[in-house]
Each structure stands twice: as C-alpha cells, then as structure tokens.
C-alpha cells in the first residue's frame, strides 16, 4: 500500500474533480479512473497544475483491466463517486444502471479489498435511499428505513450494503455519504439533474426558467467544497457508517429561483409545467449524525453559494 496515494473513480465529474483538487492540494498523488463518458477532461484543468502528482486513467470501472490499475497504484484510499447518476435513465435502461452502479462497484470494492485498501469512501444518494419518507419524520435521520422509488436509489442501496458485508469478511474499512442534492461550480448546466446550475445557466443566457410540478417541491443543498471536506473527513472517522451529508435546511424550488433571480437581476417569472413522475415531494436530511462522528458541518450559505456558481457560469460563458 502506498500511503500517499488515493484513487478517486469519477474524478473527471463535478464533486469528484473538486476532490481531487482537494486531495492533491494536501499532498496526496491521486490517480482518477474514469471513462470520461459523463466526466471531463476540462474538469480537471485545474488540477493539472499538479504534474505529475496526478494521474489520469481512461478506464471503465465495469471492465476487467480495473484491478491491475488498483494493483500498480496500491492506493491507501479509495474514494468511489464514478455512476451512471440519471433517475430516468436507470428507469429506462435498468440493466445499464445495474452494470454500471452495480457490477461496477463491486469490482471497485473487490479490487479495493484484493489489494489491501484501508478504507473506501463511497459516494451514496440521499436523496434517493429513502424513498418518500412521512414528513414528520423530516430532516430524514440515517436510521430510517431504506425505501427507494427509483432503479438508481436501488442500485446505490444495493452498494451500501455490499460494503457493509465486505467489511465483516475481510479488513476493507468503508464510509457511506448519503449526499443530498450537490450544488456549485462544474455542476453541467446543460445535463438532467442539478436544478442550480440549470437555472444560473438559464439566467445567463436570458432564456426562461422552467419549474416542473408547482415549485413547492423543496430539497435540501449542499454546496460541494463542503461535500469535499466530508469525503476528506471519512477517511479517518466514522467506519462503517453511513452518514448524511447535507444542511439539513428544506428549500423550495420557488424559493431557490426567487433568489437566483435576485442575485442576477432578474424580474422575470418561471415557466411552469406538469410535474415530473416519481418526483419527491420533500426532501430534507438530518447531518446530526455527521457532525458528531464525523466532526463535520456545511459552511457555506445557501446565497453565497448561488452567487459563486452564477460567476462560475457567467465565466464559462
């Protein structure tokens, strides 16, 4: 095992590139495995300053050749963000999202364990593993029951519990983050998911936003260098937990777009259209559990991150 090394799959996506900046700024040589089919290269511009602290493989997490990758680097951490991450596309194609988040966890947890990683940090769904809970029970703790409406909070479910039994056959320490909705710079303005960076991409162009359903669906943001500072944290507490990560504060679809268009300026209103199928109504996550065992908690305002990914796209433009 190589103690300075880490393996970040996923590293060319939005929160994986931000953590490899992370990791290769407090020394570690990070090797990102990626097959770039929803990362990007441009991601990872940043981190290129780096040298040859960082290495970048073009590889398939689904593919045989992963092992011997994870063989020659021996890393001391993994950290496993790589999946297909699209709801509709895991209802859709439900065997495509079983090879890839299924099948291609368990090779990154096989090869973890074959080749003598301490521990594992995975990159789980808040926002899907407990499905539609009752909303008195909101902010949803980590010990409510596991109820998942999608094919994709399966699949991420289904890798929770894969660590969980790898960790009583053999000496592979591992933490799950159930991440709530991730926000901020890199995020694709563009893609299916990522409400922020749909609208800041919107407001740029000065083009219509549009809500789906009536905009009184809340989620609960948080803005990814915290997201970062909770994967850096997992590595040396909360084995064998699963913790949410999260600000554990609801906020409306209305009430995100009314401050976006604050920030920008802008007096338009949204467009409204029907709601989406199998849309959670409410979503909020407890982080109690994470800032007692994981001695972490979110900085970042809500309206200061708004702000920093508004600069992020009005730049990129």
């Known amino acids: 095992m190589n103690p300075d090394s880490a393996v970040v799959t996923g590293g060319g996506g939005f929160i994986g590139s931000h953590l490899v900046d992370r990791l290769l700024e407090i020394g570690f040589h990070v090797v990102v495995i990626d097959d770039f089919s929803s990362g990007s290269l441009a991601n990872l511009e940043a981190a290129s300053r780096f040298g040859p602290q960082l290495e970048i493989v073009n590889q398939d997490i689904t593919k045989e050749g992963l092992f011997q990758t994870m063989q020659r680097v021996a890393p001391r951490y993994v950290f ?13 194609e439900p065997l495509y999202d079983a ?3 299924i099948l291609g966890s368990l090779n990154v947890i096989e090869s973890s364990h074959r080749v003598g990683v301490e521990r594992l940090v995975y990159a789980a769904s ?13 902010p949803i703790k980590e ?11 399966v699949s991420k ?10 960790s009583t056959l053999y000496p592979l320490e591992y933490v799950s ?3 709530a909705n991730v926000y901020g710079p890199r995020q ?5 998911s990522g409400v922020v960076s749909i609208f800041a991409g919107s407001l740029e162009a000065n083009q219509e936003c549009v809500i789906f359903g009536d905009g009184n669906q809340t989620r609960d943001f948080v803005y990814v260098t915290d997201v970062v500072d909770a994967f850096v944290k997992a590595t040396q507490e909360g084995a064998g937990g699963v913790f949410n990560i999260s ?3 609801e906020t409306s679809v209305n009430q995100l777009y009314r401050e976006m268009a604050r920030i920008y300026g802008c007096s338009k209103e949204p467009r409204y259209l029907p709601g989406r199928v199998g849309e959670l109504e409410r979503s909020c996550l407890s982080n109690l559990k994470a800032i007692e065992f994981l001695d972490w908690t979110p900085k970042t305002a809500l309206a200061q991150g708004l702000s920093d990914v508004m600069a992020w796209v009005r730049d990129k433009r």
Do not use: F, M
């Not at 926002?127 to 909101?138: F, H, I, Q, V, W």
């Not at 010990?143 to 909070?153: D, I, Q």
């Open 247 to 249: 600000t554990s504060i």
């Open 99 to 101: 090879k890839v988040n």
């Open 188 to 192: 694709d303005p563009k893609g299916e």
């Open 157 to 166: 479910k289904a890798v929770i519990d894969y660590l969980a039994a790898y």
């Open 80 to 92: 496993h963000l790589a999946a297909q991450s699209d709801v509709r596309r895991s209802i859709a």
């Open 126 to 138: 808040g926002g899907t593993l407990y499905g539609e809970a009752d909303n008195s029970l909101l």
């Open 177 to 179: 983050l159930a991440l």
């Open 143 to 153: 010990g409510t029951k596991h109820r998942p409406l999608s094919n994709y909070g």
